[in-house]
């Protein structure tokens, strides 16, 4: 019986003949990843193996943004490939964010920068502020500018994304950060979340805090935040401390929800929350935005000395002060961590790996 040959063979041996047969004479741009994979119904990491090889056996020029050309006698756009080639041989790989700020996530790209140097790779960053659509589109491009592995810190989402879930199974190089697919074989870089959790509770309740009151976004449920929710629930019952008192409606810190009105909403919320529930004695946020909404709304209600409250990341002024007690992940170290992992994939290591950065908890100084 005859082997039958791999779609990407296909593919290029079709690409070939055209050019030999001039229907794409040298110059000529050739259709792209995308028209490709509609063409023959392939996905798009198929089509884009069959221009890899044409372009490692010289015979055309991809240039990320712009398109794949037929190598030779050089119409401008290809004599310009040819001289971007020459002075820049770094890979290219995407790096997208859900968002990034001075509390978390810039010293993750800090991270990246410098072990992409290191590699001698370049970056393009794109962010979907929250939103999966955003974030499909951030794929796609990504992939149309030639991108040879992509780090992504996937949006709050229930239900992941199905580009994403593509660039797995097609075995596309990727590697996720901070929030992990759970259940799914993806290399992941992050926190033990649900260790510091505990160990930044234990950290109230050695204080004599008895009635933690836990909270959190609105409808979020990713591995991040259930980790975070298990550890510190678990060190509660442990410790024989109250895990009912609890807010989980909290909208205005997400990159969707935020504006004016669900700020008024939250604030609302926990005031409400405060004057109904008495026994309360210290709030445990999951993210450094959430304290400072806490923080501001106690300051405005005179209870601010009263409530100790701790989360996860802060924002340490150049005196190195930090205003919440608070888990400090070592986001350099995941940024270059996740590169080093993309960067062994890239060169053709299938193993799935997740790295658990050490964290360290940092007392409120001010």
Partial sequence: M????????KIYEDILNDIRQGIYPPGGKIPSEKELSQTYSVSRITSKKA???LAEQELIIRMPGRGSFVAGEADPPVAAANTLRNRNQTTLIGVIMDGFGASFGYEILLGI???????????????SYGDEKV???????????????????????????????KLVVDGFPIVTIDRRLERIPVSYVGTDNKKAARDLTIHLINKGCKNICFVSPHAVNTPAIIDRRSGFRECCREYGVSTEESIMDIRSTLPSFRNEENLE?????IKEYIRSHKCIDAFFAVEYEIARLINRILKDMGLKSKYPIVCFDDVRNNLMESQFTHVSQREEEIGRESTKLLARQMKGEKSVEVILVPYDILEATV
Avoid: W
């Fill in 2 to 9: 005859k082997k039958s040959v791999p779609l990407y063979e």
């Fill in 265 to 269: 909403k939250d604030k609302t919320i």
């Fill in 135 to 165: 974030e499909s589109k951030a794929v796609d491009e990504l992939l149309e500018l030639g991108v040879a592995g992509i780090i992504i810190m996937c949006v709050h989402e229930e239900n992941y994304n199905a580009n994403v879930l």
């Fill in 51 to 53: 221009l890899e090889k």
């Fill in 113 to 127: 920068e410098s072990e992409c140097k290191r590699q001698n790779l370049s970056f393009l960053l794109k962010c």
